[in-house]
C-alpha cells in the first residue's frame, strides 16, 4: 500500500508487525527485493536490542538500502538514533519517503559512499553484507552502482581499517557476512538465526 509524496501520515504500528505489512508499503521496484535484501523485522528487533547501550546512542546501518532496518530500530528504540548511508538515490528516496510518513523522528537518511564517511561520528554498526552484491550478478538491485570481485575487497578491507580505529566497546551486529571486514578485536559475543546474524563487540 504504497503512499505518494505528501500523503497523509501513517500509524506506524500496524506496518511493524510482519514483513508483508511493511514491504507493502513499498512500490513493487522495491519490494521485489525485500527477500535477499532487506533485513526482515525479527532480525532487526534482535540487532536493534543488542546496538542499544544506552539512550543518545548513534547506530549506523552501512548499505541501509530502502531503510527497512533503520526504521524499524527507529520504532523499537526511539530513545536511539539511526543513520543509514546508501550509494543509490532512488532508494535513498524511498526510504525518507516512508521516515516521513511513519513520523520517526530519530533516524535519517544520506546518499553516499561509506568510504567518505567518518565511522568515529557514530556508536555502533549494522551491516547486512551490503558488498555482496559484488560477488553474486544474479543478486543484483540494479546497473546503476558498479560491481566487481575488486570493488568488494576494497570496500571490505576499508571497512577493516576503519573498524579496527573504533573505541573499545563498539557494538557490530553482521548478518550474512563473509567476515572479511571484521578485525580480530571484535569479539563475537551472540548469534542467532541459524548463526546468520551475528553481534560483536570490540575489546
Known amino acids: 500500500m504504497q503512499m505518494e509524496p505528501g500523503a497523509a501520515p ?9 514483513d508483508a505489512a511493511f514491504n507493502a508499503l513499498y512500490p513493487a521496484a522495491v519490494s521485489q527485493h525485500a527477500r535477499r535484501h532487506w533485513t526482515p523485522l525479527k532480525v532487526a528487533k534482535i540487532a536493534a536490542d543488542f546496538l542499544r ?9 552501512i548499505g541501509s538500502g530502502a531503510g527497512k532496518f533503520c526504521l524499524a530500530a527507529a520504532y ?7 543513520y543509514g548511508i546508501e550509494q543509490r538515490t532512488w532508494l535513498v528516496a524511498e526510504a525518507q519517503r516512508l521516515q516521513r510518513q511513519l513520523t520517526l523522528t530519530n533516524v535519517s537518511f544520506e546518499a553516499g559512499n561509506v ?6 561520528a557514530f556508536d555502533h554498526f549494522y551491516f547486512y553484507n551490503a558488498f555482496y552484491e559484488n ?15 575488486a570493488l568488494y575487497e576494497q570496500y571490505s578491507y576499508h571497512l577493516y ?15 550474512h557476512s563473509l567476515e572479511s571486514e571484521i578485525p580480530p ?3 563475537l559475543v551472540h ?3 541459524n548463526e546468520y546474524l551475528k553481534c560483536w563487540i570490540k575489546v
Open 115 to 120: 568510504k567518505h564517511l567518518d565511522l568515529q
Open 161 to 175: 581499517k576503519q573498524f579496527r580505529n573504533c573505541r573499545s566497546g563498539t557494538r557490530l551486529v553482521t548478518y
Open 53 to 61: 547501550t544506552g539512550a543518545g546512542n548513534k547506530v549506523l546501518d
Open 10 to 18: 501513517l500509524p506506524a504500528a500496524p506496518y511493524f508487525e510482519t
Open 185 to 187: 578485536e571484535f569479539h
Open 191 to 193: 548469534t542467532e538465526i
Open 76 to 82: 523499537f528504540h526511539p530513545d536511539t538514533f539511526y
Open 135 to 149: 560477488l553474486a550478478d544474479a543478486e543484483r538491485i540494479d546497473e546503476e552502482v558498479g560491481c566487481s570481485a
